[in-house]
Every structure is written in structure tokens, then in C-alpha cells.
Nanobody, 123 residues
Framework: QVQLVESGGGSVQAGGSLRLSCAVS????????TGWFRQAPGKEREVVAG????????YYADSVKGRFTISQDADKNTLYLQMNSLKPEDTAMYYC????????????????WGQGTQVTVSS
């Protein structure tokens, strides 16, 4: 059974940092595309960053390039998202997801999702 469990969200002031973690179980960690999505109230879910199958090639949304870094620890089956220089517009529920179809523009195609962790950035 595939499970993804996020942690590390919280409240921070603009300019601050947070690191999210996603513990993955039930499948070969690098067998799927695995990444982070977010959804703010009243907005559609969007990709933040992810790894393509194999876990070497990354994808970043333009809005987070240079500020966020995705990484993974295969030994711990854990995915991370280091978020620096946070902005109020980064406020959202952040989800970890995995799937075999790596179209980051189509969150609905990802098969497995965590429960989400809230990130709130105040100005």
C-alpha cells in the first residue's frame, strides 16, 4: 500500500524558511515521478517542484526557482522541499504526490497523495 506522509509545515514571516518532508512507503521511491504540489484557497492545485522517474532530473515551477530546492534521501525514503525567501503568496496547503505519468501540469494524473501540510507566510 502506497503511503505519503508530509510534515514540516507551519507559520513563518516573509523572508523566512521552512523545510517540508514527505515519508514515502509502499513503492520503490524512484519508480514514480514524485513531487510537491500546493493549493491556496480558491485556487487550483499547482506543481511546486518534482523529480522525474529515476530521481535525478528535477522540475521547478517558475514561481519558486531560485528559492525552493527539492531533494530526496533514498535510504530514508523521504522527499524534502527546502523553502527559502518565503513570500505571502507561497501560503497554501502543500502536498506530496507520486505517479507514473509525469505531466506536472496535470495534478489529477498523479496517483498517490499525502494528506497535506499547511504553510502560512505572513507579511
Amino acid at each position: 500500500q502506497v503511503q505519503l506522509v508530509e510534515s514540516g509545515g507551519g507559520s513563518v514571516q516573509a523572508g523566512g524558511s521552512l523545510r517540508l518532508s514527505c515519508a514515502v512507503s509502499g513503492y520503490g521511491f524512484r519508480s514514480f515521478c514524485t513531487g510537491w504540489f500546493r493549493q491556496a484557497p480558491g485556487k487550483e492545485r499547482e506543481v511546486v517542484a518534482g523529480f522525474y522517474v529515476g530521481g535525478r532530473v528535477t522540475y521547478y515551477a517558475d514561481s519558486v526557482k531560485g528559492r525552493f530546492t527539492i531533494s530526496q534521501d533514498a535510504d530514508k525514503n523521504t522527499l524534502y522541499l527546502q523553502m527559502n525567501s518565503l513570500k505571502p503568496e507561497d501560503t497554501a496547503m502543500y502536498y506530496c504526490a507520486a505517479g507514473s505519468r509525469c505531466d506536472w501540469s496535470r495534478p489529477q494524473d498523479f496517483d498517490y497523495w499525502g494528506q497535506g501540510t499547511q504553510v502560512t507566510v505572513s507579511s
